[in-house]
């Protein structure tokens, strides 16, 4: 596999290692250009293992960008957008609810007492990983006269501070999830861990992977476990050729981040040992 040599040039470096220098998107063309230059990075993956590109939904990834850089995207063909943070989701919702066919997707942990908020606005929430969660978001969704399409997050890294449900507790969750009928169960999210060893990332998407297949199997009546949310900028091709059929990308589109990767996630190095 290879490494980051940090005295070559970046465009000869590992893309995982090229995190933090996306250039910044200020107009449409700059969208239509980067969007464009995702598309090809998604298609020349699938094409290495023999997949449809079809297959491979691009969710772009909205944090920390402000209203006006976001209607850009919009007008460059963004229509769903993911955010880690519910407020900030929320915010932004009720700002942009003249776009009418913008729809937002929750990607990031939720508190219990939040789940009002998804509740009245999200059409999809990529990181279930508790039963109360489960439970408050159905019954707000029915007051609301609404439905949500959720993945289950799963911890495929063993860090002790990342969301999700351990590997071996899924199954047992997901039976659980048929009593909510306002929860519509499309399949499971990862973060892989933020490595520079491209074998180390690509062992959490094998792992999401793996277990969507043994689960599918035997999932409950009116659980589809069809999709897999995994990749972002900097690994998103190794999370499609391990079978991702959604990726979450923020920064290639709409450029680096101010803000530090541990506002949202732990660092590496932070791995419990027994893993
Ligand atoms: C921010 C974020 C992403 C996208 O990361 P980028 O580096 O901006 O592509 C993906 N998934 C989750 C859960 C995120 O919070």
Request: charged residues 25%.
């Amino acid at each position: 596999m290879t490494d980051i040599h940090p005295q070559q040039p970046l465009e000869t470096q590992p893309r995982y290692a090229q995190h933090g220098h996306y250039p910044r998107a200020t107009t449409v063309d700059d969208f239509r250009r980067h969007l464009a230059a995702v598309h090809a990075r998604i298609e020349a993956a699938c094409k290495r293992v023999g997949r449809n590109p079809g297959g491979v939904r691009l969710l772009p990834v909205s944090k920390t960008v402000d209203e006006a850089r976001i209607r850009l995207s919009y007008a460059a063909g963004c229509h769903m957008l993911g955010e880690n943070k519910v407020q900030e989701a929320h915010r932004k919702w009720d700002a942009m609810r003249d776009l009418a066919d913008l729809r937002w997707s929750v990607i990031g942990h939720l508190q219990t007492n939040k789940a009002k908020l998804v509740a009245q606005f999200a059409s999809e929430f990529q990181a279930l990983d508790s039963s109360h969660v489960a439970e408050a978001l159905d019954r707000r969704l029915q007051a609301e006269g609404r439905s949500l399409d959720v993945f289950v997050q799963v911890n495929t890294s063993n860090e002790a501070a990342k969301s999700g449900l351990p590997p071996e507790a899924v199954g047992d969750f997901l039976r659980t999830l048929s009593a909510y009928s306002a929860l519509h169960v499309r399949g499971l999210m990862t973060l892989a861990l933020f490595s520079a060893e491209g074998d180390r990332v690509r062992r959490c998407f094998t792992t999401l992977r793996t277990l969507r297949d043994r689960l599918r199997n035997d999932a409950p009546s009116g659980i589809a476990l069809d999709e897999l949310s995994m990749g972002m900028s900097g690994d998103f091709e190794i999370a499609i050729e391990e079978g991702a059929t959604v990726v979450r990308v923020g920064q290639a589109i709409y450029g680096a981040r101010a803000t530090p990767d541990s506002d949202y996630w732990p660092a590496d190095g932070q791995a419990v040992p027994n893993g």
